[in-house]
Nanobody, 124 residues
Framework: HVQLVESGGGSVQAGGALRLSCEIS????????MGWFRQAPGKEREAIAAHYTGTATTYVADSVKGRFAISEDNAENTVTLQMNSLKPEGTAIYYC??????????????????WGQGTQVTVS
């Protein structure tokens, strides 16, 4: 079955950068939407960015626009989230997720069928 494995989380000082990766395995769909989300303690899951492989279109939430970027590496079956100028409010568990085909709402968590286990990011 489909598996998503995140890596790259850790601790960083405010203003620093981290790069998260999500490796996709056993994927059977010709195109799909990949999303990154985060959830802080006591808060709802928040969308960060998404990428649709069919048209190589990206979507970035206003809260991180200009600081975060999502990209795809087809050869490695990996989707990466580059996070720059991190803020303390960015402390959360970060999840990657996948939806078969095109998602009508790429930044909507309900669109996504498969989820990774999450990776902790702490900004101090």
């Amino acid at each position: 079955h489909v598996q998503l494995v995140e890596s790259g989380g850790g601790s960083v000082q405010a203003g620093g950068a981290l790069r998260l990766s999500c490796e996709i395995s056993l994927y059977i769909y010709s195109s799909y939407c990949m999303g990154w989300f985060r959830q802080a303690p006591g808060k709802e899951r928040e969308a960060i960015a998404a990428h649709y492989t069919g048209t190589a279109t990206t979507y970035v939430a206003d809260s991180v626009k200009g600081r975060f970027a999502i990209s795809e590496d087809n050869a490695e079956n990996t989707v990466t989230l580059q996070m720059n100028s991190l803020k303390p409010e960015g402390t959360a568990i970060y999840y990657c997720a996948s939806a078969p085909g095109y998602a009508l709402d790429p930044l909507g968590p309900r669109e996504y069928k498969f989820w990774g286990q999450g990776t902790q990011v702490t900004v101090s």
